[in-house]
């Protein structure tokens, strides 16, 4: 059961990765680039987490920026809270129904408690940040529908292509604190 969870986490995770690379041919070198990272390196890179938080504020930024509701955009929001919501429960169940009995016998797998507590923490990292920047975009497209008078998407297809970032510059930006306040301003 558990590597049919974490194949669900992946799979949530390899959707938002398309989602913010958009559609380019650019963009699949990227996606294959991403989905050929050895699989438990990638649930635990930092690098990847700090990639979604840049890459969903920029993409929360493009649909501020938009005159009208595309097409695109309604792909991939659509994408994003889809691949949230599949995540959030595989990590539930991962985390509740499989790693408990672990943590139970740690005599028994003493080695593997570890790494499983730190993959864990990992998909827990991008579970958040995924679960906050979800809530922004999708309110923000909301607004962009409300804005233009019409939910009906538009053919112009801008895309959003977003590079790796580093650490580094997740931290001069303060990308999720930028959601986060955006978030909690919205809701008061």
């Known amino acids: 059961m558990e590597a049919f969870l974490l194949v669900r986490v992946l799979d949530a995770c390899y959707t938002v990765d398309k989602a913010l690379c958009g559609f ?8 294959q680039k991403l989905q050929s990272i050895d699989k438990l390196e990638y649930l635990s890179s930092e690098e990847l987490i700090a990639w979604w938080e840049v890459s969903l504020c920029e993409l929360d930024e493009l649909i ?7 097409v695109s955009d309604s792909f991939r929001l659509a994408d994003i809270v889809t691949a949230n919501r599949t995540l959030q429960e595989a990590l539930n169940r991962l985390v509740g ?9 740690p ?3 003493e080695g593997l408690l570890r790494g499983v507590e730190d993959i ?3 998909i827990e990292k991008r579970a958040e940040r995924l679960r906050v920047a979800a809530k922004v975009v999708e ?3 909301e607004a962009l529908k409300k804005r233009t008078k019409s939910g009906r998407p538009t053919e112009k297809t801008g895309t959003h292509t977003a590079e790796p970032r580093s650490p580094e510059a997740i931290d001069e930006g303060g990308h999720l604190g930028t959601l986060s306040r955006s978030d909690a301003a919205a809701n008061t």
């Open 64 to 70: 501020k920026s938009r005159e009208s509701v595309s």
């Open 107 to 109: 005599q028994v797998w």
């Open 139 to 141: 309110k923000s497209f």
């Open 24 to 31: 380019s041919s650019a963009s699949s070198t990227q996606i």
């Open 97 to 105: 129904d499989c790693w408990t009995p672990l943590r139970e016998h």
């Open 120 to 122: 864990e923490r990992q």
